[in-house]
C-alpha cells in the first residue's frame, strides 16, 4: 500500500560436523566410517589402499575424495586443513551423524547427532504454513492463504484501487512469486473465505458449500453447510472470521476429530463475513484421464498389466487337469462336545511293568494282576 518495505529473512543452516585434527590421517585397509544423514540409515564407507597415496599417511583432501564416492544426502569439503562433512539439507530439520570408532580415534570426530538451526525445516522446501508465519508476523496488514489451485499467494487486507502489493528479493522467485506491482479494484465483491475439498479427486466436484446467517443471531457470524449431490452431509453454526475466537471457521472446519471431513477452510481476508452464498467446488480429479482397457490388460512382450501378471505366474493348466495336491486325501477334523467321558489309560504296556516290579501305585482297570495290590 505504498508503505516502505519490509524484510522477511528465511534462515537455515546444515547440520554439520569437523574433525578434531588435522590430516594426515593413519588408516588401514578395510577400516570404514558410518555416517547417517537426516532419518536415513548407517553408511559404512570403506577405505583400501588404492585411494591413496599411502594410506597410512592419507590427507583430508584423499579422505574427502573417497567420503564423496559414497556419502548420499551430504558432502565432505576440507576447510584449512581440517576434514568437515555437511548434511545438504539446510534448515531445523537437518540431521547428521559421523560416529564409530574409526570417526572418534583416527578422526576424532564429534560423537552423537549433529543438528541444523533456521526459522523453517527445510530451506529448500519451506511450507505455505512456514510462510504464513513468517510474512504475516512481520509484514503488517497482508495475509498468505492458498490459492484455489493450492498455490501460495499474497494479499492485503485493505481492497480497492489504493490497495498495493509488491515482492522483491532473492526468495521471491523460489517461492514462485513475481516481482510486479499488483493493485485492487473497486469491484466490491472480494474473496474472503477460501474451501478446498480434504482429499484430491473428481468427487469433490458434488460438493457444494452454503453460507447462511447465523443461527444465534450473534453479529459478525455466520453458518456454514457442506452439501454432496444436494444433501446436506455437515453443519457448523455460528462461526467467526476472528482468529482470536473460539469459533474461528479455520479452527473448527479444520479440526482433525471435530471439524469438516470433506472441507479444509482457509480465511483470505481476516475478519472478513462472507455474503450469503451457495457454492459449488471444482476442478477435482482423479488423474485417470487417458486411460483405457490396453493400460489394465497389458501385453506380455511388454510385460505390462494383467497379461504381465499371467506370464510370472506361467502357463495355466488345460482344462479338466489338476493340481498335484488336489489329489492327495484330505483330513478333516473336528471336535465335539458333549456326552460322559470314560477315563483311558493311555500306556498300559508301561503300566504292567511297573505292577510287575512290584510297584503299588496304579490299578489296571478290567485287567488281573499278577500280584494283588
Keep these: 500500500n505504498g508503505a516502505e518495505a519490509v524484510d522477511v529473512v528465511f534462515s537455515g543452516t546444515a547440520a554439520s560436523v569437523s574433525a578434531g585434527r588435522p590430516g594426515p590421517y593413519t588408516l588401514t585397509a578395510g577400516q570404514s566410517l558410518r555416517v547417517r544423514v537426516d532419518d536415513g540409515r548407517d553408511v559404512f564407507i570403506p577405505f583400501s589402499e588404492e585411494d591413496f597415496g599411502d594410506i597410512t599417511q592419507a590427507t583430508a583432501q584423499e579422505v574427502a575424495a573417497v567420503l564423496n564416492s559414497g556419502l548420499i544426502g551430504g558432502r565432505a569439503t576440507v576447510e584449512a586443513g581440517v576434514l568437515r562433512i555437511a548434511n545438504d539439507t539446510q534448515g531445523a530439520s537437518s540431521r547428521l551423524e559421523v560416529g564409530d570408532a574409526v570417526a572418534n580415534t583416527v578422526f576424532g570426530f564429534a560423537g552423537g547427532p549433529q543438528v541444523g538451526s533456521g526459522n523453517v525445516q527445510r530451506l529448500r522446501a519451506v511450507e505455505l504454513a512456514e510462510v504464513r508465519a513468517l510474512v504475516e508476523a512481520a509484514v503488517a496488514g497482508v495475509r498468505v492463504a492458498p490459492s484455489s489451485l493450492g498455490a501460495l499467494q499474497l494479499l492485503t487486507q485493505s481492497t480497492g484501487p489504493g490497495a498495493s502489493l509488491r515482492v522483491q528479493g532473492d526468495a521471491a522467485s523460489g517461492l514462485g512469486l513475481d516481482a510486479l506491482l499488483h493493485t485492487g479494484d473497486a469491484s466490491g465483491a472480494t474473496d474472503v473465505l477460501h474451501l478446498e475439498a480434504r482429499d484430491a479427486g473428481a468427487y469433490a466436484n458434488r ?141 498300559p504296556r508301561l503300566a504292567r511293568g511297573l505292577q510287575r516290579h512290584g510297584h503299588r501305585l496304579l490299578r489296571l482297570a478290567g485287567g488281573r494282576p499278577r500280584r494283588a495290590l
Design 207 to 347: 460438493l457444494e458449500v452454503e453460507v447462511r446467517p447465523p443461527t444465534n443471531g450473534a453479529p459478525e457470524t455466520f453458518d456454514v453447510l457442506v452439501l454432496e449431490d444436494g444433501a446436506y452431509r455437515e453443519s457448523f453454526p455460528n462461526l467467526s472470521s476472528a482468529r482470536g475466537d473460539a469459533r474461528y471457521v479455520e479452527r473448527v472446519l479444520n479440526d482433525e476429530r471435530t471439524g469438516s471431513t470433506y472441507v479444509r477452510a482457509f480465511m483470505v481476508q481476516p475478519d472478513a463475513i462472507p455474503d450469503e452464498q451457495t457454492v459449488a467446488l471444482s476442478g477435482g480429479a482423479d488423474g485417470l484421464v487417458g486411460l483405457d482397457d490396453t493400460d489394465f490388460i497389458g501385453s506380455e512382450a511388454g510385460r505390462s498389466g494383467l497379461l504381465r501378471a499371467r506370464r510370472s505366474a506361467g502357463p495355466l493348466p488345460s482344462p479338466g487337469a489338476r493340481a498335484r495336491h488336489a489329489r492327495r486325501p484330505q483330513r478333516h477334523g473336528a471336535l465335539l462336545r458333549g456326552g460322559e467321558r470314560r477315563p483311558r489309560l493311555r500306556r
